[in-house]
């Protein structure tokens, strides 16, 4: 029985000393080991299941899969305007690079160097431009950024798979500018309006006078012509109407040549 409780207890000792010398790289990251005698070593542990001497060495893992990040900044356009813009960046370090990342900078690399960097590089370029054109030539001012962030993060180690500008807004001023500027075209063109409409009124005034008097030319003409004809043409004319009229009216009163009285006849 003594044997076997020894056995038992190496086997067990044996078991915890390989279970602390074993260790996991899940899928997606990378692991850099740290040595206490000789530091940070600068090979990068692939994923799976790995050796390591227990108590001598470490390891660090880092996650390497893309990742978003907001990045909010205050800065000004080349007009002296004030320009609040927000970058969405989807980031993620070089493998090859963690050795160099975690002894300068360490696990929180992130919020080391985006921010400032971000910051850096957006206010170089907002500030080339005015702030209509950063509005009017947006895909611009993004092609600038994301060539000159995506440099600036290399030197760091780092890949920035997207940048795109999320938010893009300006001060109270230039806000109430634009609306002025708006309200301004809207009573211009409101007025452009008015007078086109006075002149094709005016325009329409004019033709029906010269319509007019060409009429009354042709008529002046006719009478020249037929004399008192053509007069009475025309009072015969209405007559016909006139007479059309009444008997088509059911209350017709009729006064007998030579009398005063007026007589209501039934229809």
């Known amino acids: 029985f003594n044997r076997l409780g020894q056995l038992g207890v190496g086997v067990a000792i044996a078991g915890g000393v390989a279970q602390s010398a074993l260790f996991n790289v899940d899928g997606g990251h990378r692991a850099v080991m740290f040595d206490r005698f000789r530091g940070v070593l600068q090979d990068v542990v692939g994923e799976g299941t790995h050796f390591m ?34 970058l969405r960046i989807l980031y993620r370090p070089q493998p090859n690079a963690l050795p160099n990342i975690y002894t300068t900078l360490g696990l929180d690399y992130d919020d080391r160097v985006l921010p400032s960097i971000t910051n850096e590089v957006l206010k170089a370029v907002v500030a080339e431009f005015d702030a209509g054109e950063l509005i009017t030539q947006r895909e611009l001012v993004s092609s600038r950024v994301n060539m000159e962030l995506t440099k600036r993060a290399g030197q760091f180690g ?14 109270r001023e230039f806000t109430a500018a634009v609306e002025l500027k708006q309200v301004a075209q ?8 008015l007078v086109e409409k006075a002149e094709q ?7 029906s006078a010269e319509g007019d008097t060409e009429a009354a030319s042709l008529l002046a003409g006719a009478f020249a012509k037929a004399g008192e004809g053509l007069i009475e043409l025309r009072r015969i ?7 059309t009229s009444m008997a088509q009216s059911r209350n017709v009163v009729y006064l007998p040549h030579g009398q005063q009285t007026l007589l209501s006849l039934p229809q």
């Open 186 to 193: 809207q009573e211009a063109e409101k007025a452009r309006f």
């Open 53 to 86: 001497i227990p108590w001598v060495q470490s390891p660090i893992i880092f996650d390497i899969r893309a990742r978003p990040k907001n990045v909010p900044t205050v800065t000004g356009s080349k007009d002296l305007q004030n320009v609040n813009i927000t």
């Open 237 to 243: 004319e209405t007559a016909e109407e006139v007479a």
């Open 158 to 171: 780092l890949i920035l798979d997207d940048i795109s500008i999320t938010h893009l807004t300006f001060g």
């Open 201 to 207: 009124v005016k325009l329409a005034s004019i033709i």
